[in-house]
């Protein structure tokens, strides 16, 4: 689950948009992967790593796709966009219900992500988590550095700072908002893939996670890859912690109502952006 | 019922010609007091005295689906009330709604008495099923109908009063203030999803047998719930035309469209806001308690975030900001859900979502806004 939030809500951070993390876009990453052993069953080993970017092109051309059609014609009416993209994952449910079946789709876990890494007697993390957890770190990393080092991370940057002076200076900003779109569907289809070797792929994949993701963009503070990154690590933990004590849907209760009040002191998250771009 | 309303409606329009203005002033509502009227008078006519082999006949089940369609069409209103006109999306009203539910729902438990499969007179069944040997302290009071009643306001008010108090004092809006009313439904759902709640768990409470002594299965009692309802519905339609028209309602919508500027003008936006989420919050409540009477379950999924974001896509199809647009999209998506659930299953979700695209898309006033241009344009069309 913490991981999950973490690469969802950086994704979420890269579009900007609450509303435009639908969980059907991870959906579609899942499926890909589950596509991709389908198509190279003497491989599944090297299988996941074909799924990667894979999922991230499918995932990226939806979410392209997605904000060509209909999100650029609702920007600054963010209610309207999560209202839109609501009906919009209704959609892509059914869609990968009828294509795929409403069952849940086994995905195999390849030889070399399995096993144990026993620390001692009580102690053990399975592999593939801990493989996760670096995949997730070092594509944090990347999405940061897309961010802060990249022509098109200075684009993004500038755009969803000031709009309107960043296209006077000549910054297409139509195709901005569409990779921008497109780079934060594709981050969600990889936390697809990564989830597809957690829990079952099945059409109602993301849903249980939805409340989780929002609730860490809200921590965290909109438009702040670190802020996420902290706030899904946080929120993780602490879920975690107090699970032996209160059990697993108290501790969950517990945090919300801890959001709800911490929402109180900080309105805008724990990094909140700064400036006029805040105001708008 | 109708004379109240015009009479409300009058007070706004002012003093002379009060009738004539009211319509003139508000003629969707009109038209839809006029239906509510025509329901309350035709429904028991075809159900009760047209005989069961006529053609004209209105099955018991037509009208538990009719007055389904009615308590969610308050709940839908009861959103508008806060979305259209205050600017508050609220992604969690169904928690208000399944709270009322639940509220009437334990009276009706524990009128169940002896009667249960247990047979135990103080305990509803699921908690001798659990093995519970005492009533929880919150199940005590619900025995009587005065006091349920008043907990179907008490309890959804108040959770707005405290939640809506905390969120606005700080300023939440916008999109936090969507999500953070989703992680209260959320929330609640786990909640009553739990067995040592005391709620029932998963199958929450349905087997009613009466209520007030009168059986919930004879065709009377339907109807006469039938009749509150339709009268509720009209009853609250008037209150929030009522409330929106009057200076405080100016206020309210001047909030939703500049709310820094009426803050500096003097006015306290907060407790505007405030007291416009709890009276929508009492509607959804009462709204709850009579779906659950009518439909005899209430159980957690009520809760369910899906839930209360379909009570917006109602809203949003029908016309936000009209309240009778609620209402005609209540009716509208509800009836379409019966008819293609029924007909064609996996058509729904298709048609659902693409509904809503479009909607958001191309027709930010709903279905009721199409006909209001429409009727514009043949006004106009007509004049020349």
């Given at each position: 689950m913490r991981f999950r939030s973490m690469l969802r809500s950086a994704a979420c951070a890269a579009a900007?948009?609450?509303?435009?993390?639908?969980?059907a876009v991870s959906a579609l990453g899942a499926y890909s992967t589950y596509v991709v052993q389908l198509l190279m069953p003497q491989h599944i080993g090297a299988s996941i790593l074909v799924a990667i970017p894979v999922a991230f092109l499918v995932s990226g051309l939806a979410g392209i796709a997605i904000e060509r059609g209909i999100v650029r014609y609702l920007y600054g009416r963010p209610l309207e966009t999560l209202l839109a993209t609501f009906g919009l994952s209704l959609i892509l449910q059914q869609a990968v219900r009828d294509i795929f079946s409403a069952n849940n789709r086994p995905v195999e876990t390849p030889q070399w992500l399995?096993?144990?890494?026993?620390?001692n007697d009580v102690l053990a993390i399975t592999y593939n988590r801990l493989y996760i957890i670096g995949f997730t770190f070092a594509l944090f990393l990347l999405l940061l550095a897309v961010l802060k080092k990249t022509r098109l991370g200075l684009e993004v940057r500038a755009v969803s700072q000031n709009r309107a002076m960043a296209k006077a200076m000549g910054i297409r900003t139509e195709w901005v908002d569409a990779m921008t779109f497109g780079l934060g569907s594709g981050v969600a289809g990889i936390a697809g893939v990564a989830l597809s070797q957690l829990t079952n792929v099945g059409p109602n994949l993301g849903q249980s996670y939805i409340v989780d993701s929002f609730m860490v963009v809200v921590f965290g503070g909109v438009g702040n890859v670190w802020g996420t990154e902290i706030g899904g690590n946080a929120l993780g933990v602490v879920n975690k912690l107090l699970e032996p004590y209160a059990g697993a849907v108290l501790a969950k209760i517990l945090v919300l109502v801890f959001l709800i009040l911490f929402i109180q002191r900080r309105p805008r998250g724990l990094f909140p952006q700064r400036g006029r771009a805040a105001e708008g | 019922m109708n004379d109240s309303v015009v009479g409300n409606s009058a007070v706004v329009a002012g003093n002379g010609g009060g009738l004539r203005k009211a319509i003139r002033a508000d003629r969707g509502g009109t038209v839809l007091l006029g239906v509510l009227l025509a329901i309350a008078v035709l429904v028991p006519a075809l159900n009760l005295?047209?005989?069961?082999?006529?053609?004209?006949h209105m099955s018991g089940y037509a009208v538990t689906l009719l007055g389904k369609y009615m308590t969610y069409a308050m709940l839908a209103m009861a959103v508008d009330l806060v979305w259209g006109y205050c600017g508050i999306l609220s992604l969690g009203h169904g928690a208000f709604f399944a709270l009322g539910g639940y509220a009437i729902g334990m009276y009706l438990m524990r009128e169940i008495g002896s009667r249960g499969v247990y047979g135990?007179?103080?305990?509803p069944d699921f908690m001798v099923f659990l093995n519970w040997t005492e009533l929880p302290?919150?199940?005590?009071?619900?025995?009587?109908f005065p006091f349920a009643l008043l907990m179907v306001f008490l309890v959804p008010g108040s959770l707005a009063l405290v939640f809506g108090f905390l969120a606005f004092r700080s300023r939440v809006s916008g999109v936090y203030l969507s999500i953070i009313t989703q992680a209260l439904t959320y929330a609640l759902m786990l909640a009553f999803f739990?067995?040592?709640?005391?709620?029932?768990?998963?199958?929450?409470?349905?087997?009613f047998k009466d209520v007030l002594g009168f059986n919930l299965q004879s065709p009377g009692t339907r109807m006469v719930l039938f009749l509150l309802t339709a009268a509720a519905l009209g009853g609250s339609y008037s209150l929030c035309r009522y409330i929106i028209d009057s200076r405080a309602g100016r206020v309210i919508q001047a909030v939703r469209d500049a709310e820094s500027r009426a803050r500096f003008l003097g006015y306290r936006v907060e407790s505007y806001k405030l007291w416009m989420f709890v009276l929508s919050a009492l509607l959804a409540g009462l709204a709850g308690a009579l779906y659950v009477t009518q439909i005899g379950i209430i159980n957690p999924?009520?809760?369910s975030p899906t839930n209360s974001i379909e009570i917006v896509i109602w809203v949003a199809i029908g016309g936000r900001g009209t309240l009778y647009g609620a209402v005609v999209g209540a009716f509208l998506v509800n009836y379409a859900k019966t008819y293609f659930t029924a007909a064609l299953p996996s058509m729904w979700l298709y048609a659902l979502g693409a509904l809503f695209v479009i909607v958001t898309l191309f027709?930010?006033?709903?279905v009721v806004g199409l006909l209001g241009a429409r009727g514009r344009k043949y006004r106009r069309a007509t004049a020349k």
């Open positions: 900007r948009i609450a509303g435009s993390c639908s969980p399995a096993g144990t890494l026993q620390i | 005295l047209v005989p069961a082999d006529s053609v004209l135990n007179p103080l305990l302290w919150f199940w005590h009071g619900f025995n009587s739990r067995n040592d709640m005391g709620f029932g768990g998963n199958n929450g409470f349905t087997d999924s009520e809760f027709l930010p006033n709903g």
